[in-house]
């Protein structure tokens, strides 16, 4: 509880300054939240929480996106002002032999929480991908371009951002991210430092370009959207580009790892699945809309670094 006494005072701390008067405002809010065990999920309830915001966050063991009646029954329940959707089927290979499994958690999922949120007349915000974009070319991919998807992973994200356009209509935040990474899950930067225990040369496609993009970031700007009315399409990245070559490359120098990478051409990793060449985000709507932008992603992979204690790993 904190006193009205401290109204209007702003006291400075280690990790910046804490509005009094913004604390106050954010207990009273509540935001529901979904897939907590994954990645971003884990990220955006620490981030509510660091704002003095209520989360109450659920998985696949407290609400099964795909079953309509037990969607309604836990969200009602818990009464939230806004609902912050990060579940979702993410095996991008698997999903071109399950599509429809895909489908029912992706697409169904999120229109199931989507009708709840039109009930309940409370925003919604749903996370979508770069991969609703054919890949092609090297022009950044902005918000209102025309979807193509590329693979079935792609497709059912989609047809979740139509399912929210459709039934939430005035209050969305569809916002796509790409090359995700966090402490909590499996990532990229984990398999390469795994990797490096064991080789002392690894080969790295160097011809799909996009931006890493680390998930305490984006729920600083997710809560940052929630709290906000000003709603749409946004495309949310760490700032810079590179390819995987050169992400692994920043990998092993912060890390001080002696290995050698080698660039390769993504014909000789064949996947399942498709994968975009130009995952290249246009990011100017965020500062358009007044939020602030994501640090460089050298930044971020460092701050990352510090965190999970790559010695350890
Ligand atoms: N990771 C990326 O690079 C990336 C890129 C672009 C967009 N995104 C999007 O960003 C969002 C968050 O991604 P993430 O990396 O945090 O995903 P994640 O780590 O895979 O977490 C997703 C969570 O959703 C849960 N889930 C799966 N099926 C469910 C169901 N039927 N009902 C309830 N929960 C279910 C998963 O449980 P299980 O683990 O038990 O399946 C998992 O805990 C997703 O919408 C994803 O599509 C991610």
């Known amino acids: 509880m904190i006193s009205k006494d401290l109204k209007n005072t702003v006291i400075k701390t280690d990790f910046g300054e804490l509005d009094i008067d913004k604390l106050i405002e954010n207990s009273a809010k509540r935001i529901f939240v979904t897939g907590v065990k994954g990645q971003l999920g884990h990220d955006i309830m620490l981030e509510l929480q660091k704002r003095n915001i209520e989360g109450i966050g659920v998985d696949i063991e407290e609400m099964d996106i795909t ?125 390469m430092l795994k990797r490096s225990e064991t080789h002392d040369r690894l080969t790295v496609v160097d011809d799909q370009i996009g931006s890493p993009t680390y998930t305490p970031d984006i729920a600083r700007i997710a809560v940052d959207m929630i709290l906000s009315d000003k709603y749409g399409t946004y495309h949310v990245a760490n700032e810079g580009l590179c390819s995987w070559y050169d992400f692994a490359k920043e990998i092993f120098r912060l890390s001080g790892r002696d290995v050698e990478v080698v660039p390769v051409d993504s014909s000789e990793y064949p996947a399942k699945a498709k994968r975009p060449h130009n995952s290249r985000m246009d990011l100017s709507k965020l500062t358009e809309e007044g939020f602030t932008m994501l640090p460089p992603w050298q930044d971020a992979l460092s701050r990352y670094l510090e965190e999970i204690n790559y010695e350890a790993l």
């Not at 990060?86 to 989507?114: F, H, M, P, Q, S």
């Not at 025309?146 to 792609?154: D, K, R």
């Not at 916002?175 to 909590?184: E, L």
Request: glycine share 6%.
């Open 67 to 191: 079953d309509p009646e037990a969607v309604k029954k836990v969200i009602f329940e818990a009464s939230p002002d806004a609902v912050i959707h990060c579940a979702a089927w993410t095996a991008v290979d698997a999903a071109e032999d399950n599509e429809e499994k895909c489908r029912l958690v992706n697409a169904y999922g999120t229109e199931n929480i989507a009708k709840v949120c039109r009930e309940l007349m409370i925003p919604m915000m749903y996370f979508s991908t770069d991969y609703v974009f054919n890949g092609e070319g090297e022009r950044p991919w902005e918000p209102e371009d025309e979807a193509e998807p590329l693979n079935v992973y792609g497709q059912t994200k989609y047809e979740g951002e139509e399912a929210v356009r459709k039934y939430v209509p005035d209050r969305h935040f569809i916002v796509r991210i790409q090359w995700v990474y966090g402490k909590n899950g499996k990532n990229f930067v984990k398999t």
